[in-house]
T-cell receptor, first 114, second 114 residues
Framework: KAGVTQTPRYLIKTRGQQVTLSCSPISGHRSVSWYQQTPGQGLQFLFEYFSETQRNKGNFPGRFSGRQFSNSRSEMNVSTLELGDSALYLC?????????????FGPGTRLTVL | AQSVTQLDSQVPVFEEAPVELRCNYSSSVSVYLFWYVQYPNQGLQLLLKYLSGSTLVESINGFEAEFNKSQTSFHLRKPSVHISDTAEYFCAVSIIQGAQKLVFGQGTRLTINP
């Protein structure tokens, strides 16, 4: 099986712009979770989608949003970018109920905000 | 709420020496436990997991971890490390049959010296 894929791998934006990141889960996985990784805050949970519904949300401002499509692919959007949004954004997929809730990660999208 | 503490931010060891990376967690409910590894400029790879059963779990590349419920610990060990083990290691927990949300420790950077 192909692993989790994320596009683009690298992105440079300026403050005030918005950005959309994409994640394609492992075939058959219906849950997609997003995490932000920064040197200062470490790995933090953003949100999780399952069957096109957001089931859980982390402690991030409303500028961070996401969605999931019927084929389980997911996108996350960050509006009005700030310098502090520079981070590695990781997507993970899982199949709750089988393989017992193990999340498999993609390579990440490195976002730099100038 | 759950929390994870990795007691060492950096661990330098010599090649072929043993190593232990320490992880303690706090949770009022039962959790699954994971170790992930991150090589430079890459995403997270699952190293091993404890879901139930035997408290000692092993990975295919020689790492092992032991779940100790009374001490709420899940330390990672390897009897003899190689240069290729140089990476950052993350301990994580998730609620059993709950949200697909991992709570991570701050990570331990393992550096192998020849």
């Amino acid at each position: 099986k192909a692993g989790v894929t994320q596009t683009p791998r690298y992105l440079i934006k300026t403050r005030g712009q918005q950005v959309t990141l994409s994640c394609s889960p492992i075939s058959g996985h219906r849950s997609v979770s997003w995490y932000q990784q920064t040197p200062g805050q470490g790995l933090q949970f953003l949100f999780e989608y399952f069957s096109e519904t957001q089931r859980n949300k982390g402690n991030f401002p409303g500028r961070f949003s996401g969605r999931q499509f019927s084929n389980s692919r997911s996108e996350m959007n960050v509006s009005t970018l700030e310098l502090g949004d520079s981070a590695l954004y990781l997507c993970a997929s899982s199949s709750p109920g089988s393989d017992t809730d193990t999340q498999y990660f993609g390579p990440g999208t490195r976002l730099t905000v100038l | 709420a759950q929390s994870v503490t990795q007691l060492d931010s950096q661990v330098p060891v010599f090649e072929e020496a043993p190593v232990e990376l320490r992880c303690n967690y706090s949770s009022s409910v039962s959790v699954y436990l994971f170790w992930y590894v991150q090589y430079p400029n890459q995403g997270l790879q699952l190293l091993l997991k404890y879901l139930s059963g035997s408290t000692l779990v092993e990975s295919i590349n020689g790492f092992e971890a032991e779940f100790n419920k009374s001490q709420t610990s899940f330390h990672l060990r390897k009897p003899s490390v190689h240069i290729s083990d140089t990476a950052e290691y993350f301990c994580a927990v998730s609620i059993i049959q709950g949200a697909q949300k991992l709570v991570f420790g701050q990570g331990t950077r393992l550096t192998i010296n020849p």
